[in-house]
Nanobody
Framework: QVQLVESGGGLVQAGGSLRLSCAAS????????MGWFRQAPGKEREFVAR?????SSTYADSVKGRFTISRDKNTVYLQMNSLKPEDTAVYYC??????????????????WGKGTLVTVSS
């Protein structure tokens, strides 16, 4: 059974940092794209970052220069620096073979975690 399990969320002050982790199990993800989406209260889920099997990464404009995605075998990380109150959201880990699905709300992506809450206070 495939599982994606996020960890590392919490409460942080604006300007602070958090590191999210996502442990994937149940199959080999070396050929999968892995990434992060987030959903703020009352808003649609949105793309945050993705990393391919080769290590190339892409970011949403809103987090570029502040967030860094990385991966190590079946674990993907999201280092979040200079956090802002508008970064407050539930962050979801995702995995799929297709790069093209890592945009917008991530419709069609095969695997999702249950999410971890990040709250940034002003």
């Amino acid at each position: 059974q495939v599982q994606l399990v996020e960890s590392g969320g919490g409460l942080v002050q604006a300007g602070g940092s958090l590191r999210l982790s996502c442990a994937a199990s149940g199959r080999t993800f070396s050929s999968y794209v892995m990434g992060w989406f987030r959903q703020a209260p009352g808003k649609e889920r949105e793309f945050v970052a993705r990393i391919s099997w080769s290590g190339s990464s892409t970011y949403a404009d809103s987090v570029k220069g502040r967030f860094t995605i990385s991966r190590d075998k079946n674990t993907v990380y999201l280092q979040m620096n200079s956090l802002k109150p508008e970064d407050t959201a539930v962050y979801y880990c995702a995995a799929d073979r297709s790069l093209l699905l890592f945009k917008s709300i991530g419709g069609g992506i095969d695997y999702w975690g249950k999410g971890t809450l990040v709250t940034v206070s002003s």
